[in-house]
């Protein structure tokens, strides 16, 4: 499963990519670069970045992209099950019509609702700029003619 987060992983490993990205869970700061990511199973993922992400899904069976976007208190293992069930529903309903795309912002499951939506809230917040660069980045290797050339265009 591919995935998008701000979540710092434990580990910087810029300017290379980090091929053991583990999520520093303790860390609710969004940061301020976007991590193109695979999750090859439970607790393992690798970063893969942006180029390699795009082309993945340019490449891929599906006809349509859908960004699932959590809600607050949702821990990224969480995250990964949820996006799971509905790419399962998605797929029983026409298979190969949507690939189901998580991205994954900080937050954590503190004890008590409004502590703990309120500090997810901040790191919202803080995520978006990341968010909105990402979909830029998409927009741009879209209208690419290295990577999107008029004879093999993205439609998705």
Excluded at 40 to 49: A, L, Q
Excluded at 124 to 147: C, H, N, T
Aim: aromatic share 12%.
């Amino acid at each position: 499963m591919f995935f998008i987060t701000t979540r710092q992983p434990t580990k910087n490993t810029e300017p290379e990519l980090n091929t053991n990205f583990v999520f520093d869970l303790e860390n609710n700061a969004s940061s301020r670069a976007f991590f193109c990511c695979r999750r090859i199973k439970k607790d393992v993922h690798e970063e893969i970045g942006s180029k390699q992400l795009l082309s993945a899904i340019k490449e891929s069976k599906y006809r349509q992209v859908l960004l699932y976007i959590h809600g607050f208190s949702n821990l990224p293992e969480q995250v990964f099950e949820n996006v799971q069930e509905f790419q399962s529903l998605c797929n029983k309903k026409k298979t190969g019509e949507v690939l189901v795309i998580p991205l994954i912002w900080p937050c954590d499951n503190d004890l008590g609702i409004v502590k703990d939506y309120w500090d997810d809230q901040k790191s919202a917040d803080q995520s978006a700029f990341a968010f909105a660069r990402m979909l830029q980045k998409f927009m741009e290797w879209r209208s690419s003619g290295d990577y999107n050339p008029q004879d093999d265009p993205c439609l998705k």
